[in-house]
């Protein structure tokens, strides 16, 4: 059993185009996040949720809407993909913030053409 | 606002080597620090964490690291490199119970034969 699962792994779009990643986790944590991590392996936080709701959003475009139906759930909706928008985003958990270490999924590599 | 520097994006060493990979943190609260490996196209591991207890902490794999308060370096060390060290790794720190995970910017280790 996966702790962290993600899908697609692979995802090739157009410009302009609405896709969806879904990420579940089963270890029965509280808080989930997402992470895109650029070409150069730099991750930057995107967005947490804490038992359902959305407790850190940074500076991310409102493209973005993570959407987390429950606290095993976190997906993300981008709308009108742009080539910037490549990257991998990796979905993780963790029982919370803090001293406590993340479970990251496999990843999901976003390619817009 | 905590954050880490690792020292040097790229590190090679000699299969049986030292592996020394240097990471320096910032902080205002006492931080939560951690190492993370990243192979080619998974997700991240959790390798170990510093959680305010002992300040030599032991991973997965033979890694350990030394929270050094008076450097403000958490230094990630394994007395001899194996062919499957070979991987990207990732030192962040995470502050109280209100702040998420930050990264560094990664350090590729390559193991030589």
């Known amino acids: 059993d996966t702790a962290v699962s993600q899908t697609p792994k692979y995802l090739v779009t157009q410009m302009g185009n609405d896709k969806s990643i879904k990420c579940e986790q089963n270890l029965g944590h509280d808080t989930m996040y997402w992470y895109k991590q650029d070409s150069k392996k730099f991750l930057k936080i995107m967005f947490s949720?804490?038992?359902?709701?959305?407790?850190i959003n940074e500076t991310v475009p409102n493209r973005f809407s993570p959407k987390s139906p429950d606290k095993a759930h976190l997906n993300l909706h981008i709308n009108s993909l742009e080539l910037g928008d490549s990257a991998v985003y990796f979905c993780a958990s963790s029982q919370g913030q803090g001293p406590y270490g993340y479970t990251f999924g496999s990843g999901t590599r976003l390619t817009v053409v | 606002a905590q954050s880490v520097t690792q020292l040097g994006s790229h590190v090679s060493v000699s299969e049986g080597a030292l592996v020394l990979l240097r990471c320096n943190y910032s902080?205002?609260?006492?931080?939560?620090l951690f190492w993370y490996v990243q192979y080619p196209n998974q997700g991240l591991q959790l390798l170990l964490k510093y959680t305010s207890a002992a300040t030599l902490v032991k991973g997965i794999n033979g890694f350990e690291a030394e929270f050094k308060k008076s450097e403000t370096s958490f230094h990630l060390t394994k007395p001899s490199a194996h062919m499957s060290d070979a991987a990207e790794y990732f030192c962040a720190v995470s502050g109280d119970r209100n702040n998420d995970m930050r990264f560094g910017a990664g350090t590729r280790l390559t193991v030589k034969p």
């Open positions: 949720y804490n038992n359902k709701e959305l407790i």
């Open positions: 902080s205002s609260v006492p931080p939560y």
